[in-house]
């Protein structure tokens, strides 16, 4: 069964860190995008982060730029997110989505490419950003 | 950056009727990468529709997908009691991010 399990959250002061775990298995790990996505109290899903199946590749939202750093661990089929400087207005449940597809190699480019649907979803994890 | 617009923010329907939700990106999806997907309260999202058009595994054939450029639609054919939710379409062609709309409210009426 392909699952995801998050970790991580909790109650951060403005200004603080933190660093967010998502567990997976059940699928090639390292076959896959993984992305983050957040949800604000009673708001709509916000698209956070990105992450190639080798890891070479990560995208963020403007939102989150400079501030947040997502990274994964093939070896250990893990997804981090890495959340420093922390503002009120990242108070949210997040979400680890694994993509739809697995990666396609192009053969003109000698590339991956990874698709960033989301088939697979945790349960998720609540960061409180507060005082 | 593609800005996704969906409308309406709420339809109300009774079970039995036809839903048509739409999503409109502000510049073409290439490729129809176009997602959509449900979220009932306290749950995590779950992907219905992706490539403009594909069911997603174990999504009843009452859900359709349709469109292509900047024009998407969802599509339920008679609504069941546990379709009542909120949908979001989501872009994740060309360039990232990989917006959200802002989401259809389907209410029982």
């Known amino acids: 069964e392909v699952q995801l399990v998050e970790s991580g959250g909790g109650l951060v002061q403005p200004g603080g860190s933190l660093r967010l775990s998502c567990a997976a298995s059940?699928?090639?790990?390292?076959?896959?995008?993984m992305s983050w996505v957040r949800q604000a109290p009673g708001k709509g899903l916000e698209w956070v982060s990105g992450?190639?199946?080798?890891?070479?590749?990560?995208y963020y939202a403007d939102s989150v730029k400079g501030r947040f750093t997502i990274s994964r661990d093939n070896s250990k089929n893990t997804l981090y997110l890495q959340m420093n400087s922390l503002r009120a207005e990242d108070t949210a449940v997040y979400y680890c989505?694994?993509?739809?597809?697995?990666?396609?190699?192009?053969?003109?480019?000698?590339?991956?490419?990874?698709?960033?649907?989301?088939?697979?979803w945790g349960k998720g994890t609540t960061v409180t950003v507060s005082s | 950056e593609i800005v996704l617009t969906q409308s309406p923010g709420t339809l109300s329907l009774s079970p039995g009727e036809r839903a048509t939700l739409s999503c409109r990106a502000s510049?073409?999806?290439?490729?129809?990468?176009l997602a959509w997907y449900q979220q009932k309260p306290g749950q995590a999202p779950r992907l219905l529709i992706y490539?403009?058009?594909s069911r997603a595994t174990g999504i009843p054939d009452r859900f359709s997908g349709s469109g292509s450029g900047t024009d998407f639609t969802l599509t339920i054919s008679r609504l069941e009691p546990e379709d009542f939710a909120v949908y979001y379409c989501?872009?994740?062609?060309?360039?990232?991010?990989?917006?959200f709309g802002q989401g259809t409210k389907l209410e029982i009426k």
């Open positions: 989505a694994k993509g739809g597809s697995p990666g396609q190699y192009n053969w003109n480019d000698a590339t991956y490419y990874y698709y960033y649907y989301m088939d697979v």
């Open positions: 059940g699928f090639t790990f390292s076959s896959y995008a």
């Open positions: 992450i190639s199946g080798s890891g070479g590749s990560t």
């Open positions: 510049q073409s999806v290439s490729s129809s990468y």
């Open positions: 490539g403009a058009s």
């Open positions: 989501q872009q994740y062609g060309s360039s990232p991010p990989y917006s």
